[in-house]
């Protein structure tokens, strides 16, 4: 029987959520080669994907963090799936914005925390951890616990796994890259040459050549 990590990372692929290009790489913002792209926001369009997520996530919160209190989402990628979620609880939702308002309250969290509630963050995408973890910060300043961190994909990176270790944040990943690959590869989306370059890409994204296996 195939594990929800794999449904969702086949899933990801048929609705091009995430695309892999080691061939033909695409350039991040940072700067970076990398083989490939993800944009979960497209899955809100696809309501079975839509649903499955949702459900998944809300299955983990009640069997890792029954003590969750309020649900927060990381803007913006983040923020519709939060709601989805916090609503199937009937939990406080808030989102927090990746650099406060620029006017009015100058808000960085939107809507309304108790101190000391025990909070649950939703991310999309995790990537080198730095954006998910400004978020962990912003509601332990609100004088919130975070009780862990779900998110939709994680790359893998060793950087994120070390970030995640010293913030003393549990993350849980409903797929990750290491499943997409397998994914991909059981499915004939990528050819098995490209199997070592895709592993070596997540080990040093920064400095990433791409190449065929065998070059």
Not at 117 to 144: F, P, Y
């Amino acid at each position: 029987m195939k594990t929800p990590a794999t449904l969702l990372a086949e899933k990801l692929l048929q609705i091009s959520a995430v695309k892999l290009q080691p061939e033909n790489p695409f350039v991040w913002a940072s700067g970076w080669n990398s083989p490939i792209y993800t944009d979960n926001r497209k899955t809100l369009s696809y309501p079975d994907i839509r649903t499955f997520i949702r459900v998944e996530l809300c299955r983990i919160i009640l069997e890792n963090f029954p003590e969750a209190e309020a649900i927060a989402g990381v803007a913006t990628g983040a923020i519709a799936m939060g709601a989805l979620v916090a609503d199937a609880l009937g939990l406080p939702y808030v989102y927090v914005r990746s650099t406060p308002k620029d006017h009015g309250l100058e808000n960085l969290i939107e809507g309304n925390l108790k101190p000391r509630q025990k909070v649950v963050v939703i991310e999309d995408l995790v990537s080198t951890g730095g954006s998910s973890l400004k978020a962990v910060e912003a509601i332990r300043n609100a004088g919130c616990e975070v009780a862990g961190m779900l998110c939709i994909f994680n790359y893998e990176f060793p950087i994120s796994v070390k970030r995640f270790r010293e913030a003393n944040v549990n993350l849980i990943s409903l797929s990750n890259y290491s499943t997409l690959i397998e994914a991909a590869l059981a499915s004939d989306y990528i050819a098995p040459a490209y199997v070592k370059t895709l592993q070596e890409w997540r080990e040093d994204p920064a400095n990433w050549v791409p190449r065929h296996d065998g070059e």
